[in-house]
């Protein structure tokens, strides 16, 4: 088989090896989701995780993202995620306490 790159490899599987980002392509990731691999990928060291990473606001407000051993990456995508979502439920007219038993029902289903 010959890869379009000359020093390219080849998989066991007789195609060719182009990494993440052209598998994330393929099984239909987004642009961010293909982008946040990179990002990882290209980072090189083992990312430090804890069970919490809270965020103390000027404002007063404070943002936790727990999980078991959540990376600043994984944080960073989950905020991103939970802002759509709440942006999605502001143009419903939900209330925070709405917002907040759907996504729970939400997360149970899976």
């Given at each position: 088989?010959i890869t379009p790159f000359l020093g390219h490899q080849t998989s066991l599987a007789g195609g060719p090896v182009f990494g993440v980002h052209y598998t994330?392509?393929?099984?239909?990731?987004?642009?961010?989701?293909?982008?946040?691999?990179?990002?990882?990928?290209?980072?090189?060291?083992?990312?430090?995780?804890?069970?919490?990473?809270?965020?103390?606001?000027?404002?007063?407000?404070?943002?936790?993202?727990?999980?078991?051993?959540?990376?600043?990456?994984?944080?960073?995508?989950?905020?991103?995620?939970?802002?759509?979502?709440?942006?999605?439920?502001?143009?419903?007219?939900?209330?925070?306490?709405?917002?907040?038993?759907?996504?729970?029902?939400?997360?149970?289903?899976?």
């Amino acid at each position: 088989m010959i890869t379009p790159f000359l020093g390219h490899q080849t998989s066991l599987a007789g195609g060719p090896v182009f990494g993440v980002h052209y598998t994330l392509k393929l099984s239909g990731a987004s642009r961010d989701a293909i982008e946040q691999a990179g990002r990882k990928k290209r980072a090189g060291a083992p990312s430090v995780k804890a069970s919490k990473v809270k965020c103390f606001l000027p404002s007063g407000v404070q943002v936790v993202v727990s999980g078991n051993g959540v990376s600043l990456d994984e944080s960073i995508e989950a905020l991103n995620e939970a802002i759509k979502e709440m942006k999605r439920a502001r143009e419903l007219g939900y209330t925070a306490k709405t917002f907040a038993a759907a996504m729970k029902d939400k997360a149970r289903k899976g």
